[in-house]
């Protein structure tokens, strides 16, 4: 079992390592813009009747 679990955390490292050097090579600017536009769709999502019909039917399943 604990060979097991170190096996996972080196996994977890290693794919800690990898997203850190991709997330280096996008500018701030963009990651800044990306941001900023999820927002904006989020909260049309949100606000739209359907979408928020959804969304909270999928929290409540959830919570079960």
Known sequence: MER???GALAL???????V???ARGI???VALGLA???G???ERLVKSPKAAHA???YSIWRMF
């Open 4 to 6: 097991q679990r170190l």
């Open 12 to 18: 977890l490292d290693r794919q800690h390592r990898d």
């Open 20 to 22: 850190r050097e991709r």
């Open 27 to 29: 500018p701030i600017p």
């Open 36 to 38: 900023v536009v999820a």
């Open 40 to 42: 904006f769709v989020a």
């Open 55 to 57: 969304l909270r039917l």
